[in-house]
């Protein structure tokens, strides 16, 4: 067993520990062990630091230090006074100004044309979304209200749920981890509830799309968890139950994004009725976004966007994007530098050699063995 995995199976069973002392009132005890666990986490965080879990063990170190300074408030007194009521009574008419503030009035404006490519992800959404949305007459055995977007980063999985909430015109409600949890015990599957509740009251008037993004940090399985997770789970569970029902023409739809669908449980993802793979852009969509994102620069004549093209595979939408404002930034801070610009100056024309060096310094995000991983577990859940 590797030092890594040493210190990472110590921390599950510090929080393991902490968790059963709490559950058994013992709080001064499990206070000691949410600090093990903390300890043992940041350790890795720091003996690691390119880890890919990083991210996940800060997560739950910030969960235990919540937790420890809820029990330390209950262990020092545990009578409540007016003081702990008034804080406690304004927190809750926070968490629901919060709730409010997820409500996009303006979703991104992004519409079908301006995604390019991404055909099959496009036809599938407007078949469960769009279409049920203009004409619920035609469809009396009811249709999917539970969408997954799943696939590599920066390919597109944003852009098509704010495009169909500009279709339909829908109520746009953005929700991920941060604004669901709460420091307040039970706090987090309230906002849950409370997501859901305004989303079917604004359904009355339109649609209403729930989209959560990182689906995976608030429905993932994973080792290192306190109680309160579970619980946020079976709320989305339950709300999620409650909108999927044939029998309710509401619309209400949640859309979730991962990238990462292999950690999320199987009961959550059965509720996702539709399954889309959002996959990286083939020649033709790399050369489209190419076309795209340089329509409004200055190209010199050998320019060759398909030769760009060709030298991207593995890159996705967002890499292109940053390869063409990195060339914007580089031919700019030519002029600037020079000392001779004015509001009359212009940049000189952009030439292949300068997406070149950019190229030169850049690698695929996207590798082989990651797209055989969201291709194996497409073939496993699909749902097209």
Sequence with gaps: MSALE????????????????????????????????????????????????????????QTYRMRIRLLQDIWVDSRTSEEDVTDYGTEQRSQKDQIEELILRDPPDV???????????????KQTVVYPSLRPDLFPLGWPRGILLFGPPGCGKTLLAAAVANEIKATFISVDAASIMSKWLGEAERNVARVFKAARERAKNMPSIIFIDEVDSLMGMHRLEVGGETRVRNQFLKEMDGIIDKKKPIHVYVIGSTNKPWTLDAPFIRRFQKRIYVPPPGFQERLGIFKLYTRCLRLSSDVNLEELARLTEGFSGSDILDVCQSVQLKVNSELFESGEISKSSLPREIVMRDFLEVLEKRKPSISKAALEAYEEWFSRFKAL
């Design 6 to 61: 040493e210190l990472e199976k110590i921390a599950v069973r510090h929080a393991q520990e902490a968790v059963t002392l709490d559950r058994q009132g013992k709080k001064e005890q499990a206070i000691a062990a949410y600090k093990r666990a903390i300890d043992c986490l940041l350790k890795l965080v720091h003996a690691y630091p390119n880890h890919n879990l990083n991210r996940f063990f800060i997560q739950r170190a």
């Design 111 to 125: 519409h079908w044309d301006e995604i390019v490519g991404l055909e099959d992800a496009k036809r599938a959404i």
